[in-house]
């Protein structure tokens, strides 16, 4: 089984659950001081793997599209589809990470009083975690679809 398969499997399970961790934290502020550590370690694997899957995603491309040109075919537009989705999914746990690790610090931290910049902060805190969940659903839609349009 190629690596990309294993971490991205890691990564499309760790990032939909520091993005529903994120979204409670942004609608929930008393709930704040338990679950400040435990999304900000989830934003930190949530970034790693997904940057290690899009690594190993691209020497998988690279392999599948050379053994594809050794048939004299191409790769199906399927599996084009998977690796933009795949970027836009990294994009988005990227933005989650870094609104993370920036909100929760500051303007969300707990105990602090709600102001406007915090109501700010907590819309978009919800936001970047909505994207990361829209993006994983893709991007597992995209995966499956490309795997099975490269079996005869």
Sequence with gaps: MPLHV???HLAV???????LVA????????????????????A???ITLTIWAADAGGTLWKSL???????GTT?????????HGSDLFTVAVVALAITV????WWLLRPGRTQTVWAVVAAVLLGLAAIATLVTAGIVLDQAMTAVWSTQP
């Design 23 to 42: 979204l409670t934290y942004a609608v929930r502020p008393p709930a704040r001081r338990g679950m400040r550590w435990p999304l900000v370690l989830g």
């Design 101 to 104: 690790l920036a909100l929760v």
């Design 13 to 19: 399970i760790v990032a939909p659950l520091t993005a």
């Design 75 to 83: 790769l199906p537009p399927t599996v084009w589809a998977h690796a």
């Design 44 to 46: 930190a694997v949530s």
């Design 65 to 71: 599209k050379t053994a594809a040109e050794g048939r």
């Design 6 to 8: 294993v971490i991205a």
